[in-house]
């Protein structure tokens, strides 16, 4: 969410409108770093697992380009400083030495601080669009929304499997 307030709502429409831009922007930033986090990481499985993330990132970044298309609305990017955040983080965790196995659980913290960050704007933009009686739309988010949830499960796991013990070792 845009920091400058300029932003004015006057209907769930505009705001609905603003949420989906600010995912827009936030989901085309992960396309960029998520390819970074691959090759950090040093388990296999992990790296598996943000490569996976990163073609499905891709598929949100084009369903949302359905949602604005099925709204008329043209698709547009409202800078999203939460993302940029977090993927500085990401890139702290990237950046970082020393232990490889302790560095991937540092690479799954970051990875899901961001999938938490995505479900709670997808829940809300799913919530809007059927209040705004759009279900086919609410249908499409609620689609990523499912695909962001499945990935933070994986990661968990890839965490509790296995990484987090080894890092413990
Ligand atoms: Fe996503
Ligand atoms: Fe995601």
């Known amino acids: 969410m845009g920091l400058l307030g300029n ?3 006057n ?9 989906l831009e600010d995912l827009y922007d ?5 396309t960029s770093a998520l390819p970074q986090m691959a090759e950090a990481a040093t388990s296999p499985q992990l790296k598996q697992a943000f490569h996976t993330h990163l073609d499905q990132t891709r598929t949100h970044v084009t369903r949302l380009e359905q949602v604005f298309h099925r709204i008329g609305a043209e698709p547009k990017r409202e800078t999203c400083p939460a993302m940029k955040g977090l993927i500085k ?3 702290e965790m990237i950046d970082a030495k020393g232990d490889s196995t302790v560095r991937d659980a540092a690479l799954i913290a970051a990875a899901q601080r961001v999938e938490h960050y995505e479900m709670a704007g997808y829940g809300t933009v799913r919530n809007f669009a059927q209040h705004l009686g759009m279900d086919d739309v609410a249908q499409l988010l609620q689609k990523t929304l499912d695909e962001e949830g499945e990935t933070d499960k994986l990661l968990t ?13």
């Open 7 to 9: 932003v004015e709502f």
């Open 11 to 19: 209907s769930l429409n505009d705001l609905f409108l603003h949420q």
């Open 26 to 30: 936030a989901e085309q930033r992960l």
């Open 89 to 91: 983080e990401g890139q």
């Open 157 to 169: 796991q890839l965490a509790e499997t296995g990484i987090n013990a080894r890092a413990h070792a």
